[in-house]
């Protein structure tokens, strides 16, 4: 028996070593191209919510949500596996969490960014599963 617990923790090391390799080279840049990926889909979620919900005035809003647009905010931190994605226009907060008028009255807000973000975080729990059986399957 303890020949083949050896083995067994042989193996086991060997698939650690694998997979230390594999995080340390492939594994992190097939992620930061999925990372990518996702802050695109995002984008368009955020659109499309926009869109859905009627907030859409002068289209600058809308058009804030485009990678590419100056007012788009799209920071891909490749060595630290980190997405920043937002708009730099002054009044989307407001739009989104809501604010006081002139006559002391609460306006709610659209919560176009919050709804988007559900969304997203619903496309993310799958789609990163698939893709780490994917990378797993690769060792």
Request: a positive charge; one cysteine or more; hydrophobic letters at 40%.
């Amino acid at each position: 028996m303890a020949k083949n617990s050896k083995v067994g923790i042989n193996e086991l090391k060997k698939f650690a070593k694998r997979l230390e390799d594999a995080a340390n080279r492939d594994l992190k840049r097939q992620y930061n191209v999925w990372l990518e990926a996702i802050g695109m889909e995002f984008l368009g979620i955020v659109q499309d919510q926009i869109i859905r919900l009627g907030v859409v005035d002068t289209r600058r809003l809308l058009n804030s949500f485009n990678r590419g647009n100056g007012d788009c905010v799209f920071e891909l931190n490749q060595s630290n596996l980190v997405l920043k994605i937002g708009t730099n226009i002054e009044y989307a907060a407001y739009v989104n969490d809501g604010h006081k008028l002139p006559n002391d009255q609460w306006w709610e807000g659209y919560h176009y960014f919050d709804i988007s973000i559900t969304i997203l975080e619903k496309i993310i729990a799958a789609s990163l599963e698939r893709k780490m059986v994917q990378w797993l399957r690769k060792l």
